[in-house]
C-alpha cells in the first residue's frame, strides 16, 4: 500500500504521533513528509509505505505558513515554549515592520536555531542546548517568496503570512526581523496552510479517521506528482523495469512511469537521451 494522507496537525500533538496513529491504522509503515513542532499546527503530508521514498523530493516544496510574532521578548527557543524574558525590548509599528519585510524576500542566509533538529557532530542541536553544551550553528541558504504582514492582532504581536522554501526555520525568521527593528521577537503561534500540493482546506484531523473510513481520505501517489507520465511496452518495458535504460525523446527531466498494464510503478529521470527507472513505488 502506497499513498499520502493530508493530515491536519492539532497543536499540541507532535509530528510522530500523527504518524504513529496512521500506522497503528494502515497497519504499514508511515512516515511524515517534514515535521511541525509540537506548538505548531496545521498541513502535515504523511507518506504511506514506499511513497516515504519521496522525501527528497519534497524537500524543495513550497510552504505557506500563517505566524505570529511577538515582539519585546525573548526565548531560548526563539518561540513561545521557552524560558521566556519579558520586556526586553520595543514594539514596532506595523508600518516599521512592513519597511523591513523586503529585505528578507529571495535567497537569503540564516542561522537556524540551536533548539532544532540540527546534526552536531551525531547529536541533535535541541539535546546539546538542553544540556547546556555551547555551540554554534552555521548560517544556510533558504529561499523566502513572499512575507505579507496579515494583521496586528494585539499591541505586541502581529500576524504574518510566509511564502517559503524547505528548510526555511519561522522561529529564526522572527529574531531575525526583530534584530532588524532593533529589538527582539519570539514566534507565538504557527499554522503550515500550505506544503506543495497538500492545503489545508483538504486536510483531515487524526482523530476523526477509523479502520473503516480512512482508505477514503488515502490520495493516490501519482497524484501528487507533477510529472508527465511514461507507459512503456513490449521490449522496452522489459529493459527498463530490469534497471537498463533505454533510448527515449522527450525531454530531460523526471516523468511518471506506469507498467504496461497501467500500474504505477515510480519515477524515470531522462538524461541526454536516455531513460532510467529512478525510484520504484509499487
Request: hydrophobic share 35%; proline share 4%; with cysteine.
Amino acid at each position: 500500500m502506497t499513498g499520502f494522507i493530508n493530515v491536519n496537525k492539532k497543536q499540541g500533538d507532535s509530528s510522530a504521533r500523527e504518524v504513529g496513529r496512521i500506522k497503528y491504522l494502515l497497519k504499514t509503515p508511515c512516515g511524515h513528509m517534514g515535521t511541525l513542532d509540537p506548538m505548531a499546527s496545521g498541513v502535515l503530508p504523511v507518506a504511506i509505505g514506499n511513497a516515504a521514498r519521496l522525501f527528497d523530493y519534497f524537500l524543495d516544496k513550497e510552504k505557506i505558513y500563517i505566524a505570529d510574532f511577538t515582539f519585546g521578548v525573548q526565548s531560548d527557543t526563539l518561540d513561545s515554549t521557552g524560558n521566556l524574558v519579558y520586556n526586553t525590548g520595543g514594539i514596532p509599528t506595523a508600518q516599521e515592520i512592513e519597511s523591513v519585510l523586503h529585505e528578507f524576500i529571495g535567497e537569503i542566509m540564516q542561522t537556524p536555531p540551536k533548539f532544532s533538529a540540527k546534526n552536531i557532530n551525531g547529536k541533535r542541536g535541541y539535546e546539546l542546548a538542553r544540556a547546556g553544551v555551547d555551540f554554534e550553528l552555521k548560517p544556510k541558504k533558504v529561499k523566502i517568496n513572499e512575507i505579507k504582514l496579515l494583521e496586528e492582532a494585539d499591541k505586541s504581536t502581529f500576524r504574518l503570512k510566509i511564502n517559503c522554501g524547505g528548510g526555511t526555520y519561522i522561529r529564526s525568521l522572527a529574531r531575525d526581523i526583530a534584530n532588524r527593528l532593533g529589538t527582539c521577537a519570539v514566534m507565538s503561534a504557527l499554522v503550515r496552510v500550505k506544503s506543495g500540493i497538500f492545503g489545508i482546506e483538504t486536510a483531515v484531523n487524526t482523530d476523526n479517521l477509523t479502520t473503516e473510513n480512512i482508505s477514503k481520505y488515502i490520495i493516490p501517489t501519482e497524484s501528487v506528482l507533477p510529472f508527465e507520465s511514461i507507459i512503456p511496452d513490449g521490449t522496452v518495458a522489459k529493459k527498463l523495469f530490469n534497471g537498463l535504460a533505454v533510448r527515449c525523446e522527450k525531454p530531460e527531466g523526471l516523468y511518471k512511469l506506469f507498467l504496461p498494464d497501467g500500474t504505477f510503478y515510480g519515477i524515470g529521470e531522462v538524461n541526454q537521451t536516455f531513460l532510467k527507472a529512478r525510484t520504484k513505488l509499487c
